[in-house]
């Protein structure tokens, strides 16, 4: 996949050239041998691979792979993989047709260790849910994993939360999800994104046509960002989680809030724990609480809202007929 290599000069990190060696395929016969039997020759032609793939690159193989071979969710969480550890797992991963969901939390795998996952994930036809959370991926590994989605018609979630991307990261992946249709859950959490990532993700939303599930906690989402990710909701279709947990929406951001929940009819869970609201801010969302028969379940502490505010959001409720909040 040349253009997944192909980065900006300016950054430090050097992404390997496209590895020639070649993902040797399994081979067995399915006509004359039992399901058992099958399953037993996928399992040993994995490992295989991955064993011949580690000593070949220098690597210590990660003996939680080898203990799992016929579990469709494989965790490497926090096992310290690495780039090269990842090119091992790679190789071994490319025909596999057993693992579904792969985990791959805090591995340091950087731009590179993502670049060769993202190569295997060509060829790869089995692993429909990724986490790649905290592994210092930046604005390298956003492209690299916004050149992947580009073509993607397979990988249904994706975790990218603590990777540092930052604004001039995630217009990237921003990009190549306007329209997408096969993501339903995107985890970009705790990435620093301000007002021009808030604008970036805005912008995707409102034309995005398949995600249900949407975390953007621990950001730094306000004003600009906030009001753009709040005009996305009139206009998207899909989505029904959505976590803002940890942002600054204060006073702007919840009237804007407001006054999408008066359009949205998707929506059905909202957290906006820990983002400066009063009761004056939760005057101006229930604007919207009055109109809304979709959202039940709306997540508000710890903020600071008093008696006050509490009465004024549960009058809002009662009065609404047709609300569906169920409270927390």
Same mark, same amino acid.
């Given at each position: 996949?040349?253009?997944?290599?192909?980065?900006?000069?300016?950054?430090?990190?050097?992404?390997?050239?496209?590895?020639?060696?070649?993902?040797?395929?399994?081979?067995?016969?399915?006509?004359?041998?039992?399901?058992?039997?099958? /399953? =037993? =020759?996928?399992?040993?032609? =994995?490992?295989?691979?991955?064993?011949?793939?580690?000593?070949?690159? @220098?690597?210590?193989?990660? /003996?939680?792979?080898?203990?799992?071979?016929?579990?469709?969710?494989?965790?490497?969480?926090?096992?310290?993989? @690495?780039?090269?550890?990842?090119?091992?797992?790679?190789?071994?991963?490319?025909?596999?047709?057993?693992?579904?969901?792969?985990?791959?939390?805090?591995?340091?795998?950087?731009?590179? $260790?993502?670049?060769?996952?993202?190569?295997?994930?060509?060829?790869?036809?089995?692993?429909?849910?990724?986490?790649?959370?905290?592994?210092?991926?930046?604005?390298?590994?956003?492209?690299?994993?916004?050149?992947?989605?580009?073509?993607?018609?397979?990988?249904? /979630?994706?975790?990218?939360?603590?990777?540092?991307?930052?604004?001039?990261?995630?217009?990237?992946?921003?990009?190549?999800?306007?329209?997408?249709?096969?993501?339903?859950?995107?985890?970009?959490?705790?990435?620093?994104?301000?007002?021009? $990532?808030?604008?970036?993700?805005?912008?995707?939303?409102?034309?995005?046509? @398949?995600?249900?599930?949407?975390?953007?906690?621990?950001?730094?989402?306000?004003?600009?960002?906030?009001?753009?990710?709040?005009?996305?909701?009139?206009?998207?279709?899909?989505?029904?989680?959505?976590?803002? /947990?940890?942002? $600054?929406?204060?006073?702007?951001?919840?009237?804007?809030?407001?006054?999408?929940?008066?359009?949205?009819?998707?929506?059905?869970?909202?957290?906006?724990?820990?983002?400066?609201?009063?009761?004056?801010?939760?005057?101006?969302?229930?604007?919207?609480?009055?109109?809304?028969?979709?959202? =039940?379940?709306?997540?508000?502490?710890?903020?600071?809202?008093?008696?006050?505010?509490?009465?004024?959001?549960?009058?809002?409720?009662?009065?609404?007929?047709?609300?569906?909040?169920?409270?927390?």
């Amino acid at each position: 996949m040349e253009d997944v290599a192909v980065l900006d000069q300016t950054e430090d990190e050097e992404l390997p050239p496209q590895d020639q060696d070649g993902d040797p395929g399994d081979e067995w016969d399915t006509d004359l041998e039992t399901d058992d039997a099958t /399953s =037993r =020759r996928q399992s040993l032609s =994995r490992a295989e691979l991955y064993l011949q793939a580690c000593q070949e690159i @220098g690597v210590h193989p990660v /003996s939680s792979f080898l203990r799992n071979l016929n579990e469709t969710s494989l965790n490497l969480n926090h096992y310290g993989v @690495g780039p090269l550890g990842a090119k091992a797992l790679a190789r071994a991963l490319g025909e596999d047709r057993v693992i579904t969901h792969l985990e791959l939390e805090d591995n340091t795998l950087g731009a590179t $260790g993502t670049h060769y996952l993202m190569e295997m994930l060509i060829l790869n036809n089995s692993i429909e849910s990724l986490n790649l959370s905290n592994n210092q991926l930046q604005r390298k590994g956003a492209k690299i994993v916004s050149t992947m989605l580009a073509d993607n018609y397979k990988i249904k /979630s994706i975790k990218l939360s603590g990777n540092e991307f930052g604004d001039s990261a995630i217009k990237y992946i921003a990009e190549v999800l306007k329209g997408d249709y096969v993501v339903t859950e995107l985890d970009l959490s705790n990435n620093k994104f301000y007002d021009a $990532g808030g604008e970036y993700l805005g912008h995707m939303l409102g034309s995005n046509l @398949g995600i249900e599930d949407l975390n953007l906690s621990w950001n730094h989402l306000s004003m600009r960002g906030a009001a753009a990710v709040c005009a996305a909701l009139k206009l998207n279709s899909t989505l029904k989680h959505l976590h803002l /947990s940890w942002n $600054g929406f204060g006073h702007f951001g919840t009237e804007k809030l407001g006054q999408a929940l008066k359009q949205n009819s998707t929506l059905v869970l909202l957290d906006l724990s820990c983002n400066h609201i009063d009761d004056e801010a939760v005057t101006l969302l229930c604007q919207g609480l009055a109109a809304n028969n979709t959202l =039940r379940v709306l997540k508000l502490s710890p903020n600071p809202i008093t008696n006050v505010g509490a009465l004024t959001l549960l009058t809002t409720v009662k009065n609404n007929k047709n609300s569906a909040v169920e409270g927390d």
